[in-house]
């Protein structure tokens, strides 16, 4: 399960950077008002959230197996 | 017997491409490094894994551990260091021999030497101890004996360009020598710790 | 906490607007005595807009402006320039390539460095038409009207990367630091805790390390255009990807656990303090095409503009944090797994 998460933050990391080479190679001579970017941005914030989610699920997981070990 | 047959096959397959005259300096280089990389792996690998268990024991109650391990370093050192004097020979023989500046290259081969001897052995005593597994050793050393290489192929190629002694040359000399103080210096540290048992 | 530095970070490094430059100049050089008409293509100028003002435009060289001698407007983003130059001033200059910087109301200086090229002539005349010469310039340099990134040739919009490549290394270097301390702390104490530590920190900075080579290898691929250039850098940060995948290896292949930790920790010290030397000492001694290095510190104030730092900084702490929580997370999962072991 953890080797999932790296590797969903790995394809996170690189789909940034890839996005922004993208958006380089677009809108050299455009305003930033290229609508791809924008899709690029949402698609990223939202696998950033999935990505805070799971941990966030994690640490409740853990809290409840510590307290559960030291009772 | 194994650097003569590697720098056969090498001898070979340049023939091959019938291209020897035109050997650029980085090509020979690494070619003659890689060759002195295999032929100390094996050597060094065995000093440590042709050992009896009995031995290992019979060490520990004898002597310290550091005395143990720089005995080995010292006996690699020489051992690599004749190795790569060797094969520069053979190499030369079947390969042309395009050394232009000799006493930077003979610098090279004996800091190179003890560079891949040192670097090995502490790999091997590592390996030994995890189940005298050749390939371990092997796949432990690559990644730290990289950056090794790749200095020595740069030094080696500007012994071959050049007769003088320009500062990069002397900056690699001196990295060349400060890689080879660090790494005794951590096998001296460590090697106590890997040892118990 | 870190979730909402790097959700600043990140959206702050798209949404912000990269500031206006010139990108283009035809033609490429020019010769004295003559007057020539350069098409400058620019980008994210606003020349059509009302509130632009005055619109300037000179050759720089030294500190010799030459203003323009006649401007039309073609777009937002094009411009054409009427400029000479006087071959009896072609001695005096400093050098032969021309800066070329424009200033407007809206989008302030711009300038591209080095842009245009002077072809000496042979014979200079004397009767040429000369440029008038500035000496000093009436350059206003406007604050831009909005918070942009600076306009680098070669980056472009890619420059944003910045705010995720470097910190990925940042947060393997500083966990492989972390893991150091740890082996040692280990080899002194014994206390198998520090062994865990050590190893699930390396596990950490070894997937940042990973991500660290895509993003570097994606923003290659689109500013160099290969994914990878035989660079020290670039070279050092593979074998330490190697060295850490190693080390795994080497503690997947050893079963006794105390056995494990001490042989693991010993060459994780080994391999560090090596590794250290040459990834760090090499890069600064050797040219090469990474930024900061090829004798160069590595954030010198040079790279870093103001507005890049203000996204910048947050977005260092935001990636360690993030790395940092991590780790402690797989660390507490092994304790929890090791105190349900006994």
């Known amino acids: 399960m953890i080797k999932y998460f790296f590797a969903l933050l790995t394809f996170f990391i690189s789909s940034g950077a890839f996005a922004q080479g993208e958006s380089a190679a677009t809108s050299n001579n455009f305003m930033l008002s290229n609508h791809k970017v924008f899709v690029s941005v949402a698609v990223l914030t939202i696998i950033l959230l999935i990505i805070f989610t799971f941990l966030f699920w994690i640490e409740r997981r853990l809290k409840q197996l510590e307290a559960g070990q030291k009772s | 017997m194994y650097v003569f047959s590697s720098v056969l096959v090498i001898y070979f397959a340049l023939q091959y491409n019938n291209s020897i005259q035109e050997l650029s300096p980085v090509v020979w280089s690494v070619l003659f490094w890689l060759i002195i990389l295999f032929s100390s792996v094996n050597a060094i690998a065995n000093s440590f894994f042709r050992e009896p268990e009995g031995r290992f024991y019979y060490y520990y109650w004898l002597i310290s551990p550091q005395a143990l391990i720089l005995a080995k370093l010292f006996y690699n050192?020489?051992?690599?260091?004749?190795?790569?004097?060797?094969?520069?020979?053979?190499f030369s023989l079947m390969v042309s021999n395009p050394v232009v500046n000799y006493p930077v290259f003979l610098i090279t081969i004996i800091l190179g030497g003890t560079g891949y001897s040192f670097l090995f052995t502490t790999m091997s005593a590592i390996a030994s101890r995890a189940g005298n597994n050749a390939t371990l050793m092997a796949v432990l050393g690559f990644p730290l004996v990289i950056p090794l290489i790749i200095f020595l192929t740069k030094l080696s190629a500007a012994?071959?360009?050049?007769?003088?002694?320009?500062?990069?040359?002397?900056?690699?000399?001196?990295?060349?020598?400060?890689f080879n103080i660090v790494q005794p210096v951590l096998a001296l540290i460590l090697f106590p710790y890997i040892w118990r048992d | 906490m870190c979730v909402i530095l790097l959700l600043y970070v990140v959206l702050g490094s798209y949404m912000v607007p990269l500031s206006p430059g010139i990108s283009k100049v035809e033609p490429l050089s020019i010769r004295p005595d003559s007057i020539y008409s350069l098409e400058l293509s620019c980008y994210h100028t606003h020349f059509k807009n009302p509130g632009v003002g005055k619109i300037q435009f000179w050759f720089k060289s030294g500190n010799d402006y030459f203003p323009a001698r006649e401007l039309r407007i073609l777009s937002d983003n094009k411009i054409e320039a009427k400029f000479g130059v006087g071959s009896l001033q072609q001695d005096s200059l400093k050098s032969t390539n021309f800066d070329i910087v424009g200033n407007d109301d809206i989008d302030g200086t711009f300038a591209l460095r080095e842009g245009i090229t002077l072809i000496k002539s042979t014979q200079p005349d004397s009767a040429?038409?000369?440029?008038?010469?500035?000496?000093?310039?009436?350059?206003?340099?406007?604050k831009h009207q909005f918070l942009a990134f600076p306009?680098?040739?070669?980056?472009?919009?890619?420059?944003?990367?910045?705010?995720?490549?470097?910190?990925?290394?940042?947060?393997?270097?500083?966990?492989?630091?972390?893991?150091?301390?740890f082996s040692v702390l280990y080899l002194n104490k014994g206390n198998m805790r520090y062994d865990i530590y050590s190893h699930q920190s390396i596990v950490v900075a070894l997937v940042f390390g990973i991500c660290g080579l895509a993003t570097g290898m994606v923003w290659a691929k689109n500013t160099w255009g290969h994914y990878w250039v035989n660079d020290p850098k670039l070279n050092g940060a593979a074998v330490g990807v190697?060295?850490?995948?190693?080390y795994l290896v080497l503690r997947g292949s050893i079963d006794d656990e105390i056995k494990r930790a001490r042989i693991a920790a010993a060459y994780n010290i080994f391999s560090i303090v090596i590794?250290?030397?040459?990834?760090?000492?090499?890069?600064?001694?050797?040219?090469?095409?990474?930024?900061?290095?090829g004798g160069n510190p590595a954030f010198s104030k040079y790279d870093l503009d103001s507005s890049l730092r203000m996204f910048f900084y947050p977005a260092c702490i935001g990636w360690i944090l993030l790395g940092f929580w991590i780790f402690s997370i797989l660390a507490r999962m092994q304790l929890i797994k090791q105190k349900q072991e006994l």
Do not use: C, Q
């Open chain 2, 159 to 178: 012994a071959i360009a050049s007769p003088e002694l320009t500062d990069e040359t002397m900056r690699n000399i001196m990295l060349l020598v400060a």
């Open chain 3, 242 to 246: 190697m060295i850490y995948a190693a």
């Open chain 3, 151 to 181: 306009y680098r040739e070669i980056l472009y919009e890619s420059i944003r990367n910045t705010f995720f490549h470097v910190p990925m290394w940042f947060v393997m270097t500083a966990l492989v630091f972390f893991s150091l301390v």
């Open chain 3, 128 to 142: 040429s038409t000369l440029l008038a010469k500035t000496g000093v310039v009436e350059v206003v340099h406007n």
């Open chain 2, 77 to 90: 050192f020489i051992f690599t260091v004749f190795l790569s004097l060797l094969s520069f020979g053979i």
């Open chain 3, 275 to 293: 590794f250290a030397l040459f990834i760090y000492i090499i890069p600064r001694l050797t040219d090469s095409l990474h930024p900061g290095n």
